[in-house]
């Protein structure tokens, strides 16, 4: 086997390089505790960055260097090199090269202060150039039986991924099963390893926008023992290893080194009501308006009204900007009406012109379009139509995209938008982009096309509102995406199994850097909801920053508040419950852009020295409440682990208080909700009367 041998080794980065095979590798000491690793062909990849952004770091549309150091602290560390190996050693971890070949050992701190084994390049075969050329680009890692991996972002099922095979590609899943679909909306290809044997966890993020798979154990190869893979379509390999030890700390890590998590007006976790049905009854603006004084008449507060894609229509089908002035005969009057009552219009929009849009002429004026291999726009399947995919790597596009936010949404007093179905369903794999005068693939760019989508739409708000926190909120995106919006689990299948596995996907979200987030509660596709299954999402739903009911039911009926009159009080409660912890649920919003912090948590994340915390169960932490909703059909009692916590844990609505390391049981009826404080904490909330912020002691 051929040896790597040094080239350079200077500004924390260390390069060498395999003549006889032409490949680099190339590792920065970006952090004590961060170290990108990348193995290539060329000794530079040309491709920018979009995704490290550490902290407040500006994002230009065009991306940056990935060589750029300057948020980072290039802290000092040791590096000694003999004839077989090179050792880099920080305060945190420790990097052991085998410079025959290129195989990697990861050694971090553990609680002692001594180094020990936590991450390892399978040592048959672990990159391409191990493997041919005609092999994908890839990285093998060795894998032990009893490891945990979470992460992942947006991934169906339970919160560890140890067994699965996971695809990352942005598609439009419209109806998913919460516990088995993949993939689904998000291009986050982070996880970390939680090792219980030395109770160290570990992360790794793989800078890459192109199709790609992890899979973490679901493939077995007699020759190579237990293995761990990540494959992409990418002619580079380009990670990331972030150490710990704490599932915790690895977790902030990531979200600082993605970008600072968006801080939003208070308003946006508030109640936002949402259905596709009312844009598109014929009568759209008087259906609205009737909406509205319906919450009236129920007490309801709403704050904002997710404007879904009808409002656009022509002959049933959406034109993005395009008024349809038979539903909404004025616009200005109707964004006027709703934003004087304090209701926030939430417009959809999406990044696809059909092919016989009235603004179609205009986008191709300036080749506005993503382009098939001849530099023609490229026409794909969009909805139930073809349709030409904006290029958000052009900036005409972009300076397009922004001026029609301000002339057909902003300046119809419409301040906030929703940049939907842009999942880029581009196969393929010729397709051509702008790239900001440099050109290029766009299965390349594929991951970040909604990052930029979102970008333009923030800015263009930002533009018109000052200095005022602007809300937005997008279905697709990649790592990082939380420094621009808020966003959600897409479009879920109304069942039980979708209210039980939504709240475990949210674990891998809240895992992953993602914080701001909530699901379509009651379910978008599917049946109606019965009044249980209704209910149960509502009492589950009140505690995300995200709180929308959202529907599109196969029988043409709506999701709303007041859908079952024999549980309407109790939907009424809980919805009210979510106005009184308004306070609390922004703290948490504000904490996570001050501190990284995720809002909604598993439970092991406060408790990771606790064994049974990471035992498979419903509950997750909102700050320091520990909710466990009731998520099967019919259930009138519940075994609730409560964590080993010093001062015990007090029951949020009784008073009542519980030893910690501890499992109870507790009847719930239909009306309860579980949910317990760790006892010292303070949450602030509304008064009855929703003005007074009052402190309730627990």
Known sequence: MSTFKKLSHQDNTLVLYDDVLSVYAEIRVLEASVINVRVNKNKTIELPTWTITPGDTELPFEGLSRNHLEAFSLPAYECV?????????????????????????????????????????????????????????????????????????????????????????????????????????????????????????????????????FDFGQELDNYHGHYRYFETNST??????????????????????????????????????????????????????DYLDQCHQHNINVRSFHLSSGYTSIDGKRYVYNWNYDKFPDPEAFGREFTEKGVEIVANIKPSLMVNHPLLHEVTAFDGFIKDEHGKPLLVQFWDDEGYYLDFTNPRTINWWQKKIKTQLLDNH?????????????????????????????????????????????????????????????????????????????????????????????????????????????????????SELFLRWIQCGIFYPRFSIHSWNNDGSVNEPWMHEDVLESVKYAMHLHDRLAPYIQSLVERSHSHYEPIIRPVFYDFENDTNAFD?????????????????????????????????????????????????????????????????????????????VENHEF
Request: net charge negative; glycine share 8%; with cysteine.
């Open 236 to 289: 580079f390999l380009d990670y990331y290893v972030i150490a710990g030890p704490r599932i915790k700390e690895v977790t902030e890590r990531f979200s600082w080194l993605t970008g600072r998590p968006a801080k939003m007006p208070e308003w946006a976790s508030m109640y936002s009501g949402s259905t596709m049905q009312y844009t598109d009854m014929p009568n759209s603006h008087e259906r609205l308006s």
């Open 616 to 692: 498979d169960s419903d509950a997750f932490m909102l700050g320091s409440m520990l909710v466990s909703p009731v998520v099967e059909q019919g259930q009138q009692s519940k075994e609730i682990y409560l964590p080993d916590c010093e001062d015990g844990w007090v029951d949020f609505f009784t008073g009542e208080h519980y030893s910690g390391n501890t499992t109870i049981k507790i009847d719930v009826s239909l009306s309860d909700i579980p949910v317990f404080v760790k006892k010292g904490n303070v949450i602030p909330m509304y008064n009855d009367a929703l003005i007074e």
């Open 81 to 213: 090199e003999t004839d077989h190996e090179i050792t880099i050693t920080t305060s945190a971890l420790k990097l052991l090269i085998q410079k025959n070949g290129f195989y990697l050992t990861w050694y971090q701190k553990n609680s002692d202060g001594q180094f020990e084994q936590v991450m390892r390049d399978r040592h048959t075969q672990s990159y391409q150039h191990h493997l041919g050329d005609n092999q994908p680009t890839c990285h093998y890692l060795m894998r032990n039986i009893d490891d945990k991996y979470f992460g992942l972002g947006e991934k169906s099922g339970g919160p560890d991924r140890h067994g699965r095979r996971l695809r990352m590609n942005n598609i439009d899943a419209m109806g998913y099963n919460a516990e088995t679909t993949d993939p689904l909306y998000k291009h986050i290809p982070f996880y970390i390893t939680y090792m219980p044997a030395l109770k160290q966890s570990i992360g790794i993020y793989y800078d890459d926008y192109q199709n790609s798979v």
């Open 414 to 530: 419409i301040h906030c938008t929703w940049n939907d179905n842009n999942e880029f369903e581009i196969w393929d794999q010729k397709a051509q982009v702008h790239g900001f005068g440099e050109g290029g693939n766009f299965q390349d760019y594929r991951a970040v096309m909604p990052l930029l989508m979102m970008k333009a739409s923030r800015e263009a708000q930002l533009a018109h509102n000052g200095t005022e926190d602007p809300y937005i909120i997008s279905r697709s995106g990649c790592a990082g995406m939380s420094k621009y919006v808020q966003t959600w689990t897409g479009d879920n299948y109304t069942s039980w199994k979708t209210l039980k596995f939504n709240n475990k996907m949210a674990q891998g979200l809240s895992l992953s850097g993602i914080y701001n987030f909530g699901h379509d509660l009651g379910g978008f596709s599917g049946p109606k909801p019965d």
